[in-house]
């Protein structure tokens, strides 16, 4: 007698189109969250945050570093924030919104999902921000927002560096 494997197979792929997908995994076309970045997207950001003075004449300055590689390559999303008191790695994922790119927290550079002080500040898949492609590179802030007076929630800040 000769078996098929077709009924099995028609079962495991429907096993598969039942299960749900996790809340933030997948764009509004339908594409998955993934760590590096679409073609046209690719590449080197900065934006440089001057907040002012200390008390003291201190610089206030932090300076962003987004780097966006290949969505094949891992820790292709990175996020380095170094400066006055400040000094992290994020590790991120990318989806896009129509034209705009969304970052997504997805853990800190050592693996973990909790800073150096155990503290959550981000969840996995915490919307940071949003970069949108027009005359000026427009980021919306959302979960991550510089420290300080006079940072609207949009604007020019992200500069392409290469």
Request: with cysteine.
């Amino acid at each position: 007698m000769r078996m098929t494997t077709i009924p099995v197979r028609l079962t495991v792929l429907a096993l598969l189109a039942s299960l749900s997908v996790p809340a933030g995994a997948q764009d509004r076309a339908g594409g998955p969250a993934q760590e590096g970045a679409p073609k046209d997207w690719q590449g080197r950001y900065r934006y440089e945050h001057a907040a002012g003075r200390t008390a003291g004449g201190t610089d206030i300055v932090v300076t962003y570093d987004l780097v966006l590689l290949p969505p094949d390559v891992s820790d292709g999303c990175v996020l380095t924030v170094r400066g006055f008191q400040a000094d992290e790695t994020l590790r991120c994922r990318t989806r896009r919104e129509g034209q705009d790119l969304a970052l997504t927290f997805d853990r800190y550079g050592d693996g973990r999902t909790v800073n150096r002080y155990g503290v959550a500040v981000y969840k996995p898949g915490q919307p940071l921000f949003t970069l949108a492609k027009g005359g000026a590179l427009v980021t919306r802030w959302q979960g991550l927002k510089p420290d300080g007076q006079g940072v609207a929630d949009r604007g020019a800040y992200f500069k392409r560096v290469r």
